[in-house]
């Protein structure tokens, strides 16, 4: 009896036995329910589980269709390179949207399976590139690191970095400054002194990139730096960029830059030096043609078992007008409802509005609301010039439209510019810098 009161008894064991037994019930529910939630997804849509689709903001879609030519461009870059031969920095250029992000980063993966050392930076502006650069050959070279003989030159090479990133100017303000005191680039080494630290970028950045592709040279590979968002960079260090690959193309040394940007990105590097034209091989791209569109849409479906009717894919090339992200934004809403392979052009006309309203929210919307009402009124003014398509316009026309001088229009369209909603195509024109961007404005109200 006392065991039995010890124990709690009979009532207490059996409290102890419900909670297992509530689990077991509740697992046996879900194991139940599990098969019945996977018929109801199959009986309405071609499985969403298992979509390819990813239109995403630089995420690589299940087939880079299209970009065959500069991928191949890229490779001959690296051989030229790894075999000693002069070869010059690559910048790819094109519209929002079009997969520069995405082919920026298989060119890194393709410098990296070369074992090469890489590092990326995201340019913006108004921020110096000292630090970030600093950061992104600081990973370059401990990808190289394990294969150098002699630790001392890893050691060395670290220490001229470190005294490069430290060496801009300190911002204004004592707590600005201990700020800047406090700021370590992750560099267990002492900083050196007389090498890369003179603050003045031109100088310390060419003095930056020999050694690093002097360390390059040691172990037989090369370094690749990638900037995205290169039109950003500030005026003064877009120079500085450009002297330091001039300083290497001249010396041959194993180090590249390839940068991506906006179609004005070419007019940016020009204006900073007037040798950049031929410092650069220059890569645009733009929209798929309709071979390459369909690839992107019919390789990474067929892989799932799923295909698409000639019908259908004249309609989703109308729709995405072969734009990479709008095809994969039109082709994942349109996988999710369809209910069977094939997938047909009634599938597009039921998922087409809801694929243009996640377009108007998160690809146009998000845009259009970083703007002032000034620059809204402007960008409209533009959408309304060029009903035809995404074709510049002229500013003068746009002032024109609004009333207004050109001259009281320059802080909106300056605004505009920086912001990244709109480029100078040239002197006197500006077009989106976002395809469709024109046609989104003109469905908004006034």
């Known amino acids: 009896m006392m065991a039995t009161v010890a124990a709690g008894g009979p009532d207490a064991a059996a409290r102890r036995r419900e909670p297992r037994a509530h689990a077991t019930r509740r697992t046996s529910f879900y194991a139940n329910l599990r098969p019945q939630l996977y018929r109801l997804i199959e009986s309405e849509t071609v499985d969403p589980v298992r979509n390819p689709y990813a239109p995403g903001a630089g995420q690589r879609p299940p087939e880079l269709a299209g970009r065959d030519r500069e991928l191949q461009q890229f490779e001959v870059v690296l051989e030229r390179v790894a075999r000693d031969r002069p070869e010059r920095s690559m910048i790819i250029t094109g519209l929002r949207g079009v997969g520069k992000t995405v082919l920026l980063n298989a060119f ?21 590139i000292r630090r970030p650069v600093a950061s992104a050959l600081h990973m370059a070279v ?71 592709a002097s360390v390059a040279t040691d172990v037989g590979a090369g370094i690749a730096l990638f900037v995205d968002e290169m039109q950003d960079i500030p005026a003064d260090d877009v120079s500085a960029l450009c002297a330091a690959c001039h300083e290497l193309s001249q010396t041959g040394g194993p180090l590249i830059v390839v940068g991506a940007g906006l179609p004005h990105l070419p007019a940016v590097l020009s204006a900073s030096k007037s040798y950049s034209e031929r410092l650069f091989r220059y890569a645009r791209i733009d929209r798929l043609d309709r071979d390459s569109a369909d690839v992107a849409l019919l390789a990474p479906a067929e892989r799932e078992e799923v295909t698409f009717t000639k019908d259908a894919l004249d309609a989703l090339y109308g729709a995405a007008d072969g734009y990479p992200y709008f095809v994969q934004a039109y082709a994942k809403v349109v996988w999710d409802v369809a209910p069977d392979t094939p997938i047909t052009v009634d599938d597009i006309k039921v998922a087409a509005p809801e694929a243009e309203s996640e377009l108007a929210v998160g690809f146009f919307g998000s845009r259009y609301e970083r703007a002032t009402p000034a620059e809204r009124d402007y960008m409209r003014a533009m959408a309304m010039l060029g009903e035809e398509g995404d074709a510049p316009v002229a500013t003068s026309s746009v002032a024109d439209e609004l009333g207004r001088k050109p001259s009281s229009l320059s802080p909106a369209r300056d605004g505009l510019i920086k912001k990244g909603l709109i480029y100078s195509a040239e002197r006197g024109l500006v077009a989106f810098t976002v395809p469709h961007f024109g046609k989104f404005l003109r469905a908004q109200p006034a």
């Open 142 to 212: 401990r990808e190289l690191a394990p294969r150098h003989r002699a630790p001392d030159r890893i050691e060395g090479f670290l220490g001229v970095l470190k005294a490069f990133a430290q060496a801009g100017e300190e911002p204004s303000g004592g707590r600005a400054k201990a700020r800047a005191h406090r700021w370590q680039p992750g560099i267990d080494v002492p900083a050196s002194r007389g090498r890369a630290d003179s603050g003045d970028l031109e100088i310390d950045l060419t003095e930056l990139f020999v050694d690093a």
């Open 108 to 128: 890194r993966s393709m410098a990296i399976q070369r074992l090469w050392g890489t590092g990326k930076i995201e340019a913006r502006p108004d921020q110096s």
